[in-house]
């Protein structure tokens, strides 16, 4: 059963100066990066409809939008049929747990996310002509045995593993998106996203970055999983959500999926040794089991980005360590005045 969150009057689209803004759809609205991208469109001047099940989005990170009277958000889950014909001119579906525990918690849930919520989407976009964008993943790359990844590579995913119910969800979505160009002639944009990670990650969300710092501001143990010698690639949300703009407003889209990550590859020890010296923190570094089908490597290569988006990202993990750690200090103890911090 859908709830509205928050209703107004949308008048159509009708700005104050009478021309008509652009309207758009952010499924997985309240989540770590659907929040960051509301925010922008917002911004941007659209008008912005959020979709949100709240499964781990959080009504507290839309706090600073909430009161915009271009925004509404609507608790619906997109397994579901819509709940009212949107009148859209652009979709972003990022529903989806994107933490391992989180998608691995109900993993038939979160197949038929990707793969009856992209259908729902999609079946929207068609009737109303809107371009659409989909959060795809550096996961549909499975435990690559090519690496960097470019787009070309076509992966190595386990069909029936833990992790399966995440990677090939998302894979059969760009089957969707893609059989739904081809098919219909619609306008599809498909990102496929390397680890990010920034501010409004939940604390309990469960991948690294933020379990490294929470860990390291508490004073617990930092979990590394296995030796930590696998690698991946941290991307500052801010760098991504840029990307997403790019990628959804280029001139034509892609004949393929476009990689958005930071190319700049660490080892998982690495990362823990780096939040360990940021924080100041005197936490023990621990090791636990490595999850199954861990990917022992991951590192974009965005050269197709650069060309065709002329996007790479700006922001280093130095940096956006120290952003996320400022920004989790608030959340967890209040030392500085975060919108965000305002937990519900
Ligand atoms: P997140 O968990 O914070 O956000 C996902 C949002 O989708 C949440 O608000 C959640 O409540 C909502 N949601 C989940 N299932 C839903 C459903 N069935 N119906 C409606 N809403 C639903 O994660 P995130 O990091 O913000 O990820 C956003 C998207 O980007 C996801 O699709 C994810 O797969 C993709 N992605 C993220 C990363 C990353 O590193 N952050 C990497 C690759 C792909
Ligand atoms: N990881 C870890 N400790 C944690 C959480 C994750 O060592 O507390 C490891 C995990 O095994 C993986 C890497 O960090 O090798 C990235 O994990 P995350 O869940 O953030 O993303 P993904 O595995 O989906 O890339």
Redesign the pocket.
Known sequence: MSKVIKVLKLQDGIGRKGARRSRALVAGGAGFLGSHLCERLLADGYEVLALDNFHTGKRYNLNAILGNPAFRCIEHDIVDALPEDIPVDEIYNLACPA??PHYQADPIHTFKTSVLGSLNLLELARRHSAKIFQAST??VYGDPLVHPQPESYLGNVNTHGPRSCYDEGKRSAETLFFDYSRTFGIDIRVARIF?TYGRRMQPDD????S??IV?ALRGED?????S?M?T?SFCYVDDLIEGFIRLMRAPTPPPHPVNLGNPAEFT?MDL?RLVVDYTNSRSRIVH?P??ID??RQ?RPDISFARQYLDWEPTIDLSQGLARTVEYFDALLYGHRPVREAAVS
């Open positions: 933490s391992p550096s996961e680890n469960g991948r690294v970055v379990n490294f860990q930092l979990t590394v999983y296995g930590g696998q991946r998982v823990a636990r490595l999850p861990d990917p991951r």
